[in-house]
């Protein structure tokens, strides 16, 4: 392999990499915000928005 | 203070940028691999010189742009709002990586041209030190405070991080360095490159801009996302507390109202 392929390589691969470990990392935060929603609050508990 | 619990949808355009990247960063290969000529005396070393550049642009004026301006609005009380300061750091994750690509393909290409992989030239040296300093504003980052004093320090390390950007542009001119001057342009803006190399160079600044501007919006949505689950978070463990306190209330206050009936 030469440098100039290995700069490419390096170059493009690190690049797909990052951007699909991005894609990974969006869809576990959204699966995370979706569990985290609050379920709904029985009678007498405060509610989300007395909260903030 | 927390952060809004907006969670914007996914946008449109983001997805064409991301495209549009993905076919001009196609392009740029094709012609800085096929097409293009080898160079009159560094042969088809130079086709290096087709995404370097463009990398290194991206890491220094795009992402240091982003990160230092997001910094700056943030700080500023006036303009100041969550998006800076997560749009401020996403520019610097991204610059990061985009940093870590000037060096090694830096490298890649002055190890046949200079005969060495790394030398301490003000040029390389600034550029490493850019990406220790972006590193430590990600460490920073990771600290953890309420959301409006992590994104104050943040701002401020940004600002830091900042400063270093103006050194590796002028490096090359304050000081006698192995790394050449202007690639594309000198100080009277007379062009070194010309033809299809011309193209294909500014077809790859085009290609990584775009690609930066996607990987950009993405890792915002990131930011996004996770300071919403940690509101959430703190909201579900605040409910649970109030519950827990309410039952409290509940089962301890009758024997309380009835005179301390637990009391010897």
Redesign the interface.
């Known amino acids: 392999m030469s440098y100039v392929d290995a700069g490419y390589a390096v170059a493009l691969g690190t690049m797909l990499v990052y951007a699909v470990s991005l894609v990974l990392r969006r869809r576990r935060w959204e699966r995370a915000l979706k569990m985290s929603e609050p379920v709904a609050e029985p009678d007498g508990a405060p509610v989300r928005g007395e909260l903030s | 203070m927390?952060g809004q619990?907006i969670?914007p949808r996914r946008p449109r355009w983001l997805d064409v940028v991301g495209v549009l990247g993905i076919v001009a960063?196609g392009f740029t290969?094709w012609l800085?691999?096929w097409i293009t000529p080898p160079d009159v005396v560094q042969g088809?070393?130079a086709?290096?010189l087709y995404?370097?550049p463009a990398?290194a642009t991206v890491a220094l004026y795009w992402a240091g742009g982003v990160a230092a301006g997001g910094s700056l609005l943030y700080l500023w009380p006036r303009t100041r709002s969550f998006f800076w300061d997560r749009l401020a750091a996403s520019a610097v994750e991204v610059g990061a990586?985009f940093s870590?690509?000037t060096l090694?393909?830096g490298s890649?290409?002055g190890?046949?041209v200079w005969g060495v992989w790394w030398t301490w030239d003000a040029r390389l040296t600034s550029t490493a030190l850019l990406l220790i300093l972006e590193i430590g504003y990600l460490a920073l980052r990771r600290v953890p405070a309420d959301l409006d004093v992590r994104a104050k320090r943040c701002a401020v390390a940004a600002l830091l991080v900042a400063v270093d950007v103006p050194i590796v542009h002028f490096s090359v001119d304050w000081w006698n360095t192995l790394h050449q001057g202007g690639t594309i342009l000198d100080p009277g803006f007379d062009l070194h490159v010309h033809g299809i190399m011309l193209w294909t160079m500014g077809l790859s600044f085009v290609a990584f801009t775009l690609?930066f501007v996607?990987?950009l919006g993405?890792?915002y949505?990131?930011e996004v996302?996770?300071d919403?689950?940690g509101d959430?978070?703190l909201?579900?463990s605040?409910?649970e507390r109030?519950?827990e306190d309410?039952e409290l209330v509940g089962v301890g206050g009758g024997p309380a109202s009835d005179g301390g009936g637990d009391a010897p």
């Open positions: 927390t619990l969670v960063l290969v800085g691999l088809n070393l086709r290096l995404i370097h990398i990586v870590a690509l090694v393909t890649l290409w190890r046949p690609v996607w990987l993405v890792r949505q990131v996302l996770q919403a689950v959430q978070e909201e579900v605040l409910s109030w519950s309410a």
